[in-house]
């Protein structure tokens, strides 16, 4: 299964990655890969990005290498905020992309499955939250499966089958079996799905291999899966949000104040 689109990386900005937004595009260039989305780790996280950086990210080209690039997060779940995520929605409505998933010492370390799949429902049903990532992750964050993908059709949002979780040496690596449970009720039940690299190095962008053969032998076909390319990508999030359609080769045309990004799609001047 070929797969052109990657909604799911890192940088050095979540505290325990390894390169930079340029060496993830030249990456993402290099195999081919036709968009990225720049998916740092929000506040809570140990190290994890500042608010700020998550503001100014429009300051990062739409374009790099030929490769669309687009600002996003990996927020987490939160006890302590109105909106349940640990970025408020005022910082989620300038992203072009936004990821919401468990993480280690962020609150949610003491397995209980009722209470984070009532904080997950409430997080999805978020209108600017496009995707759970790693919801498999069951051996440190249980949720009632059944709800959580109910709320994915309900919402329109994401759920990831994360290529990590099936590495040998991923703290994931127990919950693979659990992560193609929830790709297939995800796709039973028409929820949308993507695949992602969970890449914390510019190397492993576009790394599939693992998750999409789990894909594969569930039957999910590649029509499917919504970062099968950039197009497809671009598609869902101009219909979730109700936003114009964006071209793969033409320039950004968010509702005004969505990225900081002119009509022309240039940072404007003396952004911070």
Known sequence: MRLLADLHTHTVASGHAFSTVTELALAAHTKGIELIAVT??????????????????KVIPSLLDGVRILKGCEANPSLDTENGIDLPDELLRLLDFVSVG??????FDDRDAGRNTEVLLR?????YVDQITHPGNHEEFPLRMDEVV???VRHNVILELNDHSFAPTSARALSSQREREFARAAFDAGAPIAIGSDAHYALHVGRFEAAAAAAEEIGIPRERIVNRDASSVLTFLAEKRERPRLDVGGTWSWPSGRTGLGDSGEVPEGEV
């Open 150 to 152: 109910e709320a994915a």
């Open 102 to 107: 468990f993480h280690p010492l962020t609150g």
């Open 40 to 57: 740092d780790h929000g506040p809570s996280v140990p190290q994890g990005a500042h608010p700020w950086y998550f503001w100014n990210s």
């Open 123 to 127: 997080v999805m049903a978020n209108p």
